[in-house]
């Protein structure tokens, strides 16, 4: 048989066949700037294998913010790191959640073979770790990184190199974009509504969330209902309601509708304090209105950070709590101590999820119980573009992805 030395996208090697070179979409640190310019496609090695690892034939690949940043440079530049870490590779390759069939398997890989349609988690560690070894939770390891972020070699390539703990049966339901875009945003969400004892979703808890159109919002409003709480979402723009709504929210509250936003004033500035507490007041009286009764969140799912921590402090239960994944408006976190210890209210931070928690929201998407969201796909010629329009805040509710090697079918133009 004779081995082409690279392949078209969409051009699909004989099964377990692997090229020497690839088509990728690169960030290289002259290019760093806003994603129309940060992302170019070019050619480079397929990755070699460790004999712990699968490589991946990528169909499809989720579109999240951290590839904004990546392309960005900042807040840090991940090319420059790794660098310093001895990673000779001069260019990042991004993609942080995907699907794709195994094309070649390690040696110590035993329950994965090449064929199996997979879909791609989001963390790598190791698994020799010494806190792992002692039983920490590998999320929480020292040398967890994010695949495709921190670590180079994402799911924006026709190949890549994962660990075989990163790999979960694709549901069979989800077309290949489906089955790539749910993960980032699924398993961290379960994590946050699920994972933090006594601080769980119960039935009947109300639950508020903040960014509900969102790719986290979206999943968790499902999830909070699947477990038989009562979701209140908080979106941008009345035009996100009804989606909202038809995923599950008990009610919806708009949040352009109030102007309290931002830093915490200093509690001595009477006045600038005085006039936020109206506004979180006022908040809180459109929570009990959307819920149909006074009563407060047990549980605050929160990602936006700066502009809107104080007010999930204040806003939650007493022994209730606020989950964060994130800072998404910026990383600042103001709390009033005082709603903090003389409520008994906790602040707790949540990053993505263990492979249990991602096999639990695999379950959960393969039965149809929760959607992926999927609202645009494009083309991979295109991932410059996608990362544009959700950079400028102008795509869709729900997830987005990127297709690879994946049929062109079902494709939306993207917004212009």
């Known amino acids: 048989m004779t081995t082409k030395s690279i392949y078209e996208i969409g051009e699909i090697p004989p099964l377990g066949v692997v090229p020497e070179r690839m088509h990728a979409a690169l960030i ?37 913010y951290n590839n904004i940043w990546a392309g960005m440079g900042r807040p840090i530049d991940v090319i420059a790191i790794r660098k310093k870490r001895g990673e000779p590779e001069d260019y990042h390759i991004g993609g942080s959640e995907g699907s794709g069939v195994v094309w070649a398997v390690g040696s110590r890989v035993h329950g994965l073979k090449v064929g199996d349609p997979v879909v791609i988690s989001s963390c790598h560690w190791d698994e020799s770790a010494p806190d792992i070894r002692i039983g920490a939770d590998p999320i929480t390891s020292s040398t967890t990184s994010v695949w495709g972020y921190e670590d180079n070699g994402g799911g924006f390539a026709q190949f890549s190199a994962v660990e075989e703990y990163m790999c979960f049966p694709k549901p069979a339901r989800l077309s290949w974009e489906e089955a790539s875009c749910y993960m980032v945003s699924g398993a961290t969400a379960y994590r946050q509504l699920t994972h933090w004892h006594p601080n769980v979703v119960r039935p009947g808890d109300p639950v508020l969330i903040w960014g509900g159109a969102g790719g986290l919002g979206s999943l968790a409003i499902q999830i909070a209902r699947e477990r038989g709480g009562i979701p209140i979402a908080v979106v941008s723009d009345a035009s996100k309601v009804e989606f909202c709504k038809r995923l599950g929210a008990k009610g919806v509250i708009n949040r352009s509708d109030f102007d309290h936003w931002g830093r915490l004033p200093d509690f001595d500035d ?147």
Not at 345 to 364: N, P
Request: aromatic letters at 8%; charged letters at 20%.
């Open 28 to 64: 290289r640190q002259e290019r760093f700037g806003p994603p129309s310019k940060a992302f170019a496609l070019e050619e480079v090695p397929v990755p070699r294998l460790k004999d712990t690892q699968v490589l991946v034939h990528m169909m499809a690949c989720g579109v999240n």
């Open 270 to 416: 009477t006045a600038a304090y005085g006039k936020w507490l109206t506004g979180v007041r006022a908040f809180g009286k459109k929570f009990w209105e959307v819920l149909g009764e006074r009563r407060s969140p047990r549980i605050v799912f929160e990602h936006s950070g700066q502009a809107t921590l104080p007010t999930s402090m204040f806003m939650c239960d007493n022994a209730g709590m606020v989950v964060i994944c994130g800072g998404t408006s910026g990383y600042n976190g103001d709390v009033d101590l005082r709603f903090l210890w003389m409520r008994s209210k906790r602040l707790q931070g949540s990053h993505f999820a263990s492979t249990g928690e991602c096999l639990e929201i695999t379950r959960l998407v393969a039965a149809g119980r929760v959607d992926p969201c999927l609202s645009l796909s494009a083309e991979f010629r295109d991932i410059a573009q996608i990362h544009q329009v959700m950079f400028e805040n102008r795509h869709p509710p729900g997830n987005m992805a990127v297709l690879v090697n994946a049929p062109r079918a079902g494709l939306r133009d993207l917004p212009t």
